[in-house]
């Protein structure tokens, strides 16, 4: 799509993460794509960087999704640069769990010192007193592993109980897991790997959309190796869309607790997504597309 200008894009519908004024457009931006490659170091366009940034704003997305881990700090500085001081109603969300290796690995950081000092890293680099939703990063690389919560998220319950985190969220968990925190505090999100060719989470979104509970899939677009999917590109052309949109589109009609957070570092392909929060996609499309993932799980 060519378009040039991201006036008047439906984003697709709001949700209110539960117990909080936060409402937001069901379309949003993450951020991890910004950083270098391998989500290291600085973009090779810093000034392409908060392009990305400043259109996603100006076209109506007022949630991003980051980490003051993706760089590390890198992407979260840009936020800044590009956007602070942050508009009414721009939501912040990050998360913490996660520290870089030297050799770029990722490696899990859920001390009661880490936690901590990820949260002022986090206020630090992005020029915030208080972050707005911070998710609880535990589990695998791209799945969660079983295991108790507790001791990571009590740290987290108490630094919102200080002011410096306003609300809670988990990513990369089980719904043992979610019971076990909400006994803890609050839950407001859930942000696992979830998209048309990779559907595990299905009967969790469920319970989550019955709870009021909003679901930010990661890799919606498949993350590192994007999907490719006949069904996906005659789909496309039958709609006059491209792949991403459809992609994007059968997220947002697959559950009204889904918001999206697809990354890219481009322009052009943050117009492109954008425009999918307008696709509607026919049942029969919905039906074909199930199969991708080798239809709905409960
Ligand atoms: N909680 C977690 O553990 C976790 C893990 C991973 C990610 N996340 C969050 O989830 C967000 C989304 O994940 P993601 O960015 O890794 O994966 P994604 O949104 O599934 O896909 C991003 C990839 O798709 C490409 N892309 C984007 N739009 C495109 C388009 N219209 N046409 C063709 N290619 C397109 C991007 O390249 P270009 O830059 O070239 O567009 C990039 O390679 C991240 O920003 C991050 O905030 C969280």
């Given at each position: 799509?060519?378009?040039?200008?991201?006036?008047?894009?439906?984003?697709?519908?709001?949700?209110?993460?539960?117990?909080?004024?936060?409402?937001?457009?069901?379309?949003?931006?993450?951020?991890?794509?910004?950083?270098?490659?391998?989500?290291?170091?600085?973009?090779?366009?810093?000034?392409?960087?908060?392009?990305?940034?400043?259109?996603?704003?100006?076209?109506?997305?007022?949630?991003?999704?980051?980490?003051?881990?993706?760089?590390?700090?890198?992407?979260?500085?840009?936020?800044?640069?590009?956007?602070?001081?942050?508009?009414?109603?721009?939501?912040?969300?990050?998360?913490?769990?996660?520290?870089?290796?030297?050799?770029?690995?990722?490696?899990?950081?859920?001390?009661?010192?880490?936690?901590?000092?990820?949260?002022?890293?986090?206020?630090?680099?992005?020029?915030?007193?208080?972050?707005?939703?911070?998710?609880?990063?535990?589990?695998?690389?791209?799945?969660?592993?079983?295991?108790?919560?507790?001791?990571?998220?009590?740290?987290?319950?108490?630094?919102?109980?200080?002011?410096?985190?306003?609300?809670?969220?988990?990513?990369?968990?089980?719904?043992?897991?979610?019971?076990?925190?909400?006994?803890?505090?609050?839950?407001?999100?859930?942000?696992?790997?979830?998209?048309?060719?990779?559907?595990?989470?299905?009967?969790?979104i469920h319970?989550l959309a019955?709870?009021?509970?909003?679901y930010?899939?990661?890799?919606?677009?498949?993350?590192?190796?994007?999907?490719?999917?006949?069904?996906?590109?005659?789909?496309?052309?039958?709609?006059?869309?491209?792949?991403?949109?459809?992609?994007?589109?059968?997220l947002?009609q697959r559950s009204p607790n889904i918001?999206?957070?697809?990354?890219?570092?481009?322009?052009?392909?943050?117009?492109?997504?954008?425009?999918?929060?307008?696709?509607?996609?026919?049942?029969?499309?919905?039906?074909?597309?199930?199969?991708?993932?080798?239809?709905?799980?409960?």
């Amino acid at each position: 799509m060519t378009t040039q200008t991201t006036a008047q894009i439906d984003l697709g519908g709001s949700f209110t993460l539960p117990g909080t004024s936060m409402t937001l457009n069901r379309m949003g931006y993450g951020a991890m794509q910004l950083a270098g490659p391998q989500v290291w170091g600085p973009p090779r366009d810093v000034d392409g960087a908060i392009a990305v940034l400043r259109e996603a704003v100006a076209s109506g997305v007022n949630h991003i999704d980051t980490s003051d881990f993706y760089g590390p700090h890198v992407t979260n500085q840009l936020i800044k640069q590009a956007l602070h001081p942050y508009p009414d109603g721009l939501v912040i969300v990050t998360k913490l769990g996660a520290r870089r290796g030297e050799d770029k690995s990722w490696l899990h950081a859920l001390s009661r010192q880490e936690l901590i000092d990820g949260v002022h890293d986090n206020l630090r680099n992005l020029g915030l007193d208080s972050l707005d939703v911070v998710n609880l990063r535990v589990g695998g690389i791209s799945e969660p592993t079983e295991g108790s919560i507790e001791e990571p998220l009590t740290v987290l319950a108490e630094l919102k109980r200080q002011g410096l985190i306003r609300h809670i969220g988990l990513s990369n968990v089980t719904p043992k897991q979610l019971a076990e925190a909400q006994a803890i505090t609050e839950i407001v999100c859930i942000q696992n790997m979830y998209n048309v060719a990779h559907r595990t989470d299905d009967g969790f979104i469920h319970d989550l959309a019955v709870q009021g509970i909003a679901y930010m899939p990661f890799f919606p677009l498949g993350g590192f190796t994007p999907l490719q999917s006949s069904t996906l590109d005659a789909t496309a052309a039958a709609l006059d869309a491209t792949p991403m949109q459809v992609a994007l589109a059968w997220l947002l009609q697959r559950s009204p607790n889904i918001l999206l957070i697809p990354g890219t570092s481009s322009v052009g392909h943050l117009r492109e997504n954008l425009k999918a929060a307008m696709l509607r996609l026919p049942s029969e499309v919905i039906a074909d597309l199930d199969s991708i993932g080798g239809g709905p799980r409960q």
